[in-house]
Nanobody
Framework: VQLQASGGGLVQAGGSLRLSCADS????????VGWFRQAPGKEREFVAC????????SYEESVKGRFTISRTKGGNTVYLQMNSLKPEDTAVYYC?????????????????WGQGTQVTVSS
């Protein structure tokens, strides 16, 4: 599995961005995939996760109702649609593929990590 995250950028508060996570080897179709973020000086934190077939999703409390995770029918690309962005959403966002098929927010459950994409929300 080789993950490539993209779609980050600079946006004003209230704006939207869509992050993409692609598996260049097309092998994470049977894995749950999650998004995490890490702001400067803070621990990496869970944002959202989707199970292997897209039927189950989980979100961190502060992004519920604003962020939506989805994956393509073939399962090779996972998206994170981020709406109503706030300055506190500023961070490097990472996608990761879990060792399992079901949703999990536990960092140690994730085996493969992408390189991260910067999201900056200005006030």
């Amino acid at each position: 599995v080789q993950l490539q995250a993209s779609g980050g950028g600079l946006v004003q508060a209230g704006g939207s961005l869509r992050l993409s996570c692609a598996d260049s080897r097309r092998t994470f179709t049977n894995n749950a995939v999650g998004w995490f973020r890490q702001a400067p000086g803070k621990e990496r934190e869970f944002v959202a996760c989707i199970n292997w077939d897209g039927s189950s999703k989980s979100y961190e409390e502060s992004v519920k109702g604003r962020f939506t995770i989805s994956r393509t029918k073939g399962g090779n690309t996972v998206y994170l649609q981020m709406n109503s962005l706030k300055p506190e959403d500023t961070a490097v966002y990472y996608c990761a593929a879990a060792r399992r098929t079901w949703v999990t927010s536990v960092t140690s459950d994730y085996r493969y990590w992408g390189q991260g994409t910067q999201v900056t929300v200005s006030s």
